[in-house]
């Protein structure tokens, strides 16, 4: 199984940016797709999550209020469209797979089998 991200960059402030995580070697369509980042120095955090019925859970309101995680199945592709972005958005961003993921224990790192290998997000202010 691999996850590849991609979309990271340096932006600024109320920017939006796009990031992308397709995936290979799973069948794509039976698993929750995450997304997760962590700041230097900080914890991994939960950001959003969509399940194989494309039921979306974020972390935070603010987060539910600028980002959107979609998913493709055709392309095994999750997809995290983020706007406004502020500069405490600036993280190394990780997507993340599991297909034995129940309600409860959507936001805990542990509850993911497979991750990528992280793409970094800038926010200047």
């Known amino acids: 199984v691999q996850l590849q991200a991609s979309g990271g960059g340096l932006v600024q402030t109320g920017d939006s940016l796009t990031l992308s995580c397709a995936a290979s070697?799973?069948?794509?369509?039976?698993?929750?797709m995450a997304w997760f980042r962590q700041a230097p120095g900080k914890e991994r955090e939960f950001v959003a999550s969509i399940r194989p019925s494309r039921a979306t859970t974020y972390d935070t309101n603010s987060m539910k209020e600028r980002f959107t995680i979609s998913r493709d199945n055709a392309k095994s592709t999750i997809y995290l469209r983020m706007n406004s972005l502020l500069p405490e958005d600036s993280a190394t961003y990780y997507c993340?797979?599991?297909?034995?993921?129940?309600?409860?224990?959507?936001?805990?790192?542990?509850?993911?089998?497979?991750w990528g290998q992280g793409t970094q997000v800038t926010v200047s202010s």
């Open positions: 070697g799973l069948t794509f369509n039976t698993y929750t």
């Open positions: 993340a797979a599991s297909n034995t993921i129940i309600t409860s224990t959507l936001r805990y790192r542990s509850a993911y089998h497979y």
